[in-house]
């Protein structure tokens, strides 16, 4: 049985077939009820339209390169949803790619990508030194977005905020609430951008606050819940631990909290917890969580705009877009307030001193 061609529908919408061909390559163009006409009669008809030939046809790819460092927990979830909805209703799919934080993946990734000729990129931010090679992608014909980043003079076009001013704010907040010995828990800040802009938006809020730096206080990890029990465990360990804990990430956050249960420790009572990304759970965890909440899944589908007028011609200079982040007061932080030192019986601290109330 011969295949209906995009003319059959056309003539049986009662359409022009340039009105068809817009359904399919740019629906946010066409009115809503033309839209629902034409894809109900492809349903009917079982026209399955063919992407490759069409590229080809329009020496144009219609798919659009996503880099993300990592699949794993929710962290990058908000943002690809909103890139991927954004993309579909402006005729586009996605090749997703992770990075594991790997930068010979990333390069990797950018390659191929540059091979497929793809309509255009977006970048879950970039690995250090990796801004020429991306540079060089633009100049090639492949527009590209980074999303998640702020960046400072590098005529690339974002979708960001400021990784700096929010690290600032949370470090700030809990040193306003009297911590003096505040803990950090960070992603790989020496290999990833905007992980280093946090550690410098906490060293800045603790200079602002009349606090000392300690490199012991600062632990780089994968931002996994696994890597934050982990690193929670060996901030507890130290002799002076810290009375608050900011964690680079949700996931890392909760795997903090679990190991301080898992030693005897309340949260917040006998140490404060705050995270950042403020993904769903955050609201439901035990106790909810104080988080940075970030714009996530509005970067995602205003680099997706951007990238479709680079695509289509309309904009030629590079775009700066930055949103605003909030801090999200919840339970698991409060106010310290000096307490005497005693033993403890608690599990896991036994015969070790500790604050009480």
């Excluded at 908000?78 to 909805?85: A, F, M």
């Excluded at 909290?257 to 420790?265: D, F, H, K, Q, V």
Aim: glycine share 10%; proline share 4%; aromatic share 6%.
């Amino acid at each position: 049985m011969a295949r209906i061609t995009m003319q059959q529908i056309a003539a049986l919408a009662g359409l022009s077939l340039a009105t068809v061909s817009r359904t399919i390559h740019s629906p946010h163009l066409v009115k809503p009820g033309t839209l629902e006409q034409v894809r109900r009669l492809m349903a009917k008809e079982g026209y399955v339209y063919n992407a490759t030939a069409g590229d080809f046809s329009r020496r144009r790819s219609s798919v659009i390169g996503v880099i993300i460092p990592t699949t794993r927990g929710a962290i990058f979830a908000n943002s690809t949803q909103g890139i991927q909805e954004k993309a579909q209703e402006n005729g586009f799919s996605l090749i997703i790619g992770s990075t594991g934080y790997d930068a010979e993946a990333e390069l990797k990734l950018l390659l191929q990508f540059q091979e497929r000729r793809l309509a255009g990129i977006i970048l879950t931010g970039y690995g250090i030194g990796r801004e020429n090679v991306i540079k060089e992608l633009v100049k090639s014909g492949i527009p590209c977005v980074v999303v998640w980043e702020v960046l400072k003079n590098s005529g690339l076009s974002f979708v960001g905020f400021s990784n700096f001013q929010a690290a600032f704010s949370m470090t700030d907040y809990l040193a306003g609430l009297n911590h003096r010995r505040i803990g950090l828990i960070l992603g790989p800040y020496s290999r990833i951008g905007r992980a280093r802009r946090r550690l410098e938006g906490y060293r800045s809020a603790l200079q602002k606050n009349g606090l000392p730096f300690d490199p012991e206080l600062v632990i780089e990890t994968m931002p996994t819940l696994k890597d934050g029990k982990e690193s929670m465990t060996r901030l507890l360990s130290m002799s002076d631990r810290p009375t608050a804990v900011f964690a680079g990430s949700d996931m890392l956050a909760f795997g903090a909290m679990s190991a301080a249960r898992e030693r005897g420790l309340r949260v917040p009572d006998d140490i404060s917890v705050a995270g950042f990304d403020d993904i769903d759970f955050a609201a439901y965890s035990n106790p909810p969580l104080t988080t940075v909440r970030v714009p996530a899944r509005e970067m995602g589908e205003r680099a997706v705009s951007i990238l479709v007028e680079m695509i289509e011609g309309k904009s030629k200079k590079d775009r700066r877009v930055e949103l605003p982040t909030e801090i999200v007061i919840r339970e698991s932080c409060r106010e310290w307030k000096e307490r005497s030192r005693a033993k403890t019986g608690s599990k896991g601290l036994r015969g070790k001193s500790t604050y009480t109330t």
